[in-house]
């Protein structure tokens, strides 16, 4: 069995399998274990999931510090090693969120021309329809800022999930002896894990068939592979947690990449485009990230 730094690949992976299983067992705790009643609105059952996510996390946190051979016991290594760091916040924020920004081209001018469109017809109608549609604006900040479920979309399960499954994992994985790629590679089969719990929701929550059940389940875990390996790079990359945190969040807002539009051919051609420059970059970056690793 290869070691490195008193980490083995079985006592890696292991972990990982046991952090991915917990992550998910422990959202399920207060009803199958705890046996506490259902909380009485979605407000309140979200509140408890952000909790049992919150713990997770923390507990993930502390078995991956206890296996890990961290000798150092000031903050800024500590916190290091999970890619939190003080240090070149603006390139972890900018150059990912631009990179990612390239496949979602396409939506993106999507977007803009319904905007466009959007402030011509209120233009039309002189000043109260832009007043109407900057307050309309205003109250759409003020309701997404309010809602528990943006709250879980935007916050809660981009920061958890990328605590557990890419600060906690990658750095085991690595100490483990894996290259990089492997990592990479490795990394989003564990997040897919914790999301087949999805298949029993589908079919038994939602009465799905059981086709479209494996469908709908089969796309999302092509997605969060897809996805999982994207955010493995970028943590790799950058060294920064921020990293795929930023693209995690931007995902969750803009949803599947827009590959086409009726009324518009341009939004294909952006769509293409953007993946093109992308791929070139991508290519680019794991030639580099490759010749720095090894």
């Keep these: 069995m290869e070691e490195e730094d008193g980490v083995t690949k079985l006592a890696a992976v292991t972990a990982c399998a046991a952090m991915a299983l917990l992550y998910v067992a422990i959202l399920y705790a207060p009803n199958l274990i705890l046996r506490l009643p259902p909380p009485p609105s979605v407000k309140a059952f979200m509140i408890r999931r952000f909790v049992c996510a919150a713990i997770s996390s923390i507990l993930s946190l502390l078995v991956s510090a206890l296996i890990l051979p961290i000798r150092s016991s000031e903050a800024s290594i500590l916190f290091g090693v999970y890619g939190i760091r003080a240090d070149h916040i603006w390139q972890a924020v900018v150059f990912p969120l631009s990179l990612t920004s390239l496949m979602y081209a396409g939506s993106l001018v999507l977007k803009t021309l319904l905007l466009v469109d959007s402030r011509r017809e ?22 997404v800022a309010s809602n ?84 493995s790079f970028l943590l790799i990359r950058t060294g920064h947690l921020l990293a795929p945190l930023v693209a995690h969040t931007f995902c969750n807002f803009m949803g599947l990449p827009v590959l086409f539009s009726r009324r518009n051919g341009i939004v294909s051609v952006a769509f293409l485009a953007g993946m093109v420059i992308d791929s070139y970059f991508a290519m680019r970056r794991r030639s580099k990230t490759e010749n720095d690793c090894y």
């Design 122 to 143: 209120n233009a039309n109608r002189g000043g109260e329809g832009i007043s109407l549609q900057n307050q309309n604006f205003l109250a759409s900040i003020v309701s």
């Design 148 to 231: 528990v479920l943006a709250w879980r979309s935007y916050v809660v399960a981009p920061l958890t999930e990328e605590l557990v499954f890419r600060a906690c994992m990658i750095p085991l994985l690595l100490c483990g002896g894996f290259k990089p790629y492997t990592v990479i590679r490795l990394c989003p089969i564990f997040f897919s894990l914790a999301h087949l719990n999805h298949l029993m929701e589908f079919y038994s929550k939602k009465n799905y068939s059981l086709i479209k059940t494996s469908l709908a389940v089969g796309l999302q875990l092509g997605y969060t592979v897809i996805f999982g390996s994207y955010a």
